[in-house]
């Protein structure tokens, strides 16, 4: 059995800062790429930013610049760092982790329950 739980969401007012935190726990043996996604309401879940196990990031164009996404491979977590927040980053922000678990075959996605992150004066 494998978690996500995040932290970290809240009200923020344009042009502020948030940090969100991801842990993934249970019977891991290896995590490949971690990754935190977002869905705005009336709209389709999107990429935000990925890291692979050895560090390479990517970053939706609407953010890059402004967050930045890292991970702590010996505590098994990962981080959003979001500046310069915008109303439109308003959106409940998944984290994703593909995971190998001990004594499986094939890894799998795993999705975190979701924060809310609201961008408003």
């Known amino acids: 059995q494998v978690q996500l739980v995040e932290s970290g969401g809240g009200l923020v007012q344009p042009g502020g800062s948030l940090r969100l935190s991801c842990k993934a726990s249970?019977?891991?043996?290896?995590?490949?790429?971690m990754g935190w996604y977002r869905q705005a309401p009336g709209k389709q879940r999107e990429l935000v930013a990925t890291i692979t196990s050895g560090g390479s990031t990517n970053y939706a164009d609407s953010v890059k610049g402004r967050f930045t996404i890292s991970r702590d491979n010996a505590k098994n977590t990962v981080d959003l760092q979001m500046n310069s927040l915008k109303p439109e980053d308003t959106a409940v922000y998944y984290c994703?982790?593909?995971?190998?678990?001990?004594?499986?075959?094939?890894?799998?996605?795993?999705w975190g329950q979701g924060t809310q992150v609201t961008v408003s004066s």
């Open positions: 249970g019977s891991i043996f290896r995590i490949n790429a």
């Open positions: 994703n982790s593909n995971i190998l678990q001990r004594g499986w075959a094939v890894s799998l996605d795993y």
